[in-house]
């Protein structure tokens, strides 16, 4: 197969994909595997792209497919959540993801920190 016959028959593949996963968004059914209806979006914008069982099936290889790389970026010192950057001292994260995590949380918090009260404080 010569280089230029695989460059057109990828651009073929592509637009063939894209073409197949317009078809299935627009009847309702999962883009993976073309069966069953896709499940509700997280985000509350309409259906998603994958059914139940696909979207189970690609976070299990996702969850794997991490659990093989932590620990060599732990290793190199790189961090463990973006394995992009250098890990901060003594942690596994960087800089960037250990901010991000935090504003996760104060998001998230199921109760909400209340503000430190001066009087209550002893001084040793």
């Not at 010569?2 to 460059?7: D, L, M, V």
């Not at 696909?54 to 659990?67: G, N």
């Not at 994260?93 to 901010?99: D, F, H, N, T």
Request: glycine share 6%.
């Amino acid at each position: 197969m010569s280089r230029a016959n695989a460059i057109s028959r990828s651009a073929y593949n592509r637009a063939y994909l894209a073409k197949r996963r317009a078809e299935l968004k627009a009847a309702g059914l999962c883009q993976w595997c073309g069966k069953t209806p896709a499940k509700p979006s997280p985000r509350g914008k309409g259906l998603g792209c994958r059914c139940a069982e696909c979207a189970s099936l690609s976070a299990s290889k996702s969850r794997a497919s991490m659990a093989r790389k932590r620990p060599a970026w732990n290793a190199l010192g790189i961090c463990s959540q973006c394995g992009t950057r250098q890990a901060m001292p003594r942690t596994h994260i960087c800089g960037v993801c250990a901010e991000r995590r935090s504003e996760y949380q104060a998001d998230h918090r199921k109760v909400p920190l209340l503000p430190r009260d001066p009087t209550l404080e002893t001084e040793p």
